[in-house]
């Protein structure tokens, strides 16, 4: 299957700091990412889709602000903590749409696990 | 994106099936069904996805009934690495929102 890397795999950083994870699609190109965030023993929570070229669309209760997303090309979206702090702990994972029809589908990445100081 | 219930645990015998089933009675007519798999700190792995027919792949088979309310994924033999969660999603592959899934615990 189509291929989604992530990256880095786990950060720790200290509160107020920023972090940039990076989200890339190896083997296809794709015009729109999306962006997940899971707590412990929770389901994943859709935090925004991002679309190459134009300004992500957040979900409700997710700030904008805190958490940019950029899309500059094809093939790489990138996720921003901006003034990290301990409540932004949390493993964040992105996923890409490829195919066509109905052989459309998303492929996940391995997953950021953020650790807040 | 219309919703979905599933069973929050199943156990399976190692080598037996695993039928996990799941019920979708608001899908509309042009969401698919899909079925991802997590497991512990990894991210999701897409399983297998269908619109009426069932499917089958080489990871599980999908058997989703006439009207379209509620599916099956069958594991036709179960390992000790198929313990996960398994989700059952329904949309149109853009902007999959996830449920509890279910937990599947295959026993030796």
């Known amino acids: 299957g189509a291929v989604v890397s992530q990256h880095p795999s786990w950060v720790i950083c200290k509160s107020g700091t920023s972090v940039k994870i990076e989200c890339r699609s190896l083997?296809?190109?794709?015009?729109?990412m999306f962006w997940y965030r899971q707590f412990p023993k929770q389901s994943l929570m859709l935090m925004a889709t991002s679309n190459e070229g134009s300004k992500a669309t957040y979900e409700q209760g997710v700030e904008k602000d805190k958490f940019l997303i950029n899309h500059a090309s094809l093939t790489l979206s990138t996720l921003t903590v901006t003034s990290a702090h301990p409540e932004d702990s949390s493993f964040y994972i992105c996923?890409?749409?490829?195919?066509?029809?109905?052989?459309?589908?998303?492929?996940f990445g391995s997953g950021t696990q953020l650790s807040v100081l | 994106d219309a919703k979905t219930t599933q069973p929050p645990s199943m156990d399976c015998a190692e080598g037996r099936a695993a039928n996990l089933p799941c019920n979708h009675s608001?899908?509309?007519?042009?969401?698919?069904v899909y079925w991802y798999r997590q497991i512990h700190s990894q991210g999701p792995q897409y399983i297998i996805h269908?619109?009426?027919n069932n499917e089958t792949n080489e990871m599980a088979s999908l058997i989703i009934t006439e009207d379209r309310k509620s599916s099956t994924l069958i594991l036709p033999h179960a390992t000790l690495r198929d313990t996960a969660v398994y989700y059952c999603i329904v949309g149109n592959g853009n902007k999959l929102v996830f449920g509890a899934g279910t937990i599947l615990r295959v026993k030796s």
């Open positions: 608001t899908i509309s007519g042009n969401e698919y």
């Open positions: 996923s890409a749409m490829t195919g066509r029809g109905t052989n459309e589908k998303l492929f």
């Open positions: 269908g619109l009426k």
């Open positions: 083997d296809f190109q794709a015009t729109t």
